[in-house]
């Protein structure tokens, strides 16, 4: 199984992206697909999570209210839509798999390459 990150760009302050996260294999109900980001000179950091069955969701406070995660299960295929984006939300956000809810990076075993988002102020 591979996850393939996609859709970064660079986009003014304010603005909105929509990365998509395809996955090549099978996932089940219940999987997490989790985000994360990465800024230079930074730990990863944990940005949403949603369980593939369910749609629950789970966001850090920094998103909270501006990013949405999603999924379509059809097409194997997970989103986040970014919305009113600022200078520090730049950074490399990858897509991750995981069997139960977490926040912490070494609990997700199969990871995307990243797509860089640059927010320009």
């Known amino acids: 199984v591979q996850l393939q990150a996609s859709g970064g760009g660079l986009v003014q302050a304010g603005g909105s992206l929509r990365l998509s996260c395809t996955v090549s294999g099978r996932t089940y109900s219940s999987h997490l697909m989790g985000w994360f980001r990465q800024a230079p000179g930074k730990d990863r950091e944990f940005v949403a999570t949603?369980?593939?069955?369910?749609?629950?969701?789970y966001y850090a406070d920094s998103v909270k209210g501006r990013f949405t995660v999603s999924r379509d299960k059809g097409n194997e295929t997970g989103y986040l839509q970014m919305n009113s984006l600022k200078p520090e939300d730049m950074a490399v956000y990858y897509c991750a798999r995981a069997n139960s809810y977490s926040i912490t990076p070494s609990e997700y075993y199969i990871w995307g390459q990243g797509t860089l988002v640059t927010v320009s102020s």
């Open positions: 949603i369980r593939w069955g369910t749609g629950a969701t």
